[in-house]
């Protein structure tokens, strides 16, 4: 079992609809958890921080985490062409340094 | 700009030769990373340094090593290259304890022919 895992894809979504992505984790030491966004041929650009269960609201993305339940996900609202990319989750440990990534999922926004 | 750069971006070699990557980081972070990313985009860490010092030291082939001359500079070199090597290779910087997450560099894709 991966430490971190995610549905690969592709997610195909229309444009203006939600997107939405989750991610499991299997170490409950991890305590700090990520979401990365990676167009093609770039690197991992990122998105949202989540660090307390519950939900995090920053423009057009929401983050939740449920510590109970070992799940993390993100909602993309209104979701448009430019956001089609691969999206990473990813955890790290109470003062830790190493950030475990799932294998992402691919989201393609149809205009 | 405040960054962390990677050079070169682009490398393409023969199998059995040694190259090395080098990356730069201005953000004053203290610790830095080397990740590789296979071609079905899975992220994993190899070596991690926090001010000049070797913390994380993942399962990796000893053909591998890494060095630190300052916290704002690590370089990876790698010899004797095998087909299998063939990859993105990510640098990235953080924070001690990584609390905002990485910076990552662009990236180099390395292909061994």
């Known amino acids: 079992q991966k430490e971190v895992e995610q549905n690969s894809g592709p997610l195909s979504v229309p444009e203006g609809a939600i997107a939405s992505l989750n991610c499991t984790y299997s170490?409950?030491?991890?305590?700090?958890f990520f979401w990365y966004r990676q167009y093609s041929g770039k690197s991992p650009e990122l998105i949202m921080s989540i660090y307390s269960n519950g939900d995090k609201e920053d423009g057009r993305f929401t983050a939740q985490l449920n510590k109970a339940s070992q799940y993390v996900s993100l909602l993309i609202r209104d979701s448009q062409p430019s956001d089609s990319a691969t999206y990473l989750c990813?955890?790290?440990?109470?003062?830790?340094?190493?950030?475990?990534f799932g294998g992402g999922t691919r989201v393609l926004v149809k205009p | 700009d405040t960054a962390v750069s990677q050079t070169p971006k682009y490398l393409v070699t023969q199998m059995g030769n040694d190259k090395s990557i080098k990356c730069e980081q201005n953000?004053?972070?203290?610790?830095m990373y080397w990740y590789k990313q296979d071609s079905k985009k899975f992220l994993k860490i190899m070596f991690s340094?926090?001010?000049?010092?070797?913390?994380i030291n993942e399962t990796v082939p000893n053909r591998f090593s890494p060095k630190s001359p300052d916290k704002a500079h690590l370089n990876l070199h790698i010899n004797s290259l095998e087909l299998g090597d063939s990859a993105v290779y990510f640098c990235a910087s953080s924070q001690d304890w990584a609390v905002d997450g990485y910076t990552f560099g662009s990236g180099t894709r390395l292909t061994v022919v």
């Open positions: 170490d409950r030491g991890s305590q700090s």
């Open positions: 953000l004053g972070h203290d610790t």
């Open positions: 340094y926090n001010n000049k010092e070797l913390i």
């Open positions: 990813a955890g790290v440990k109470a003062a830790g340094n190493k950030l475990t």
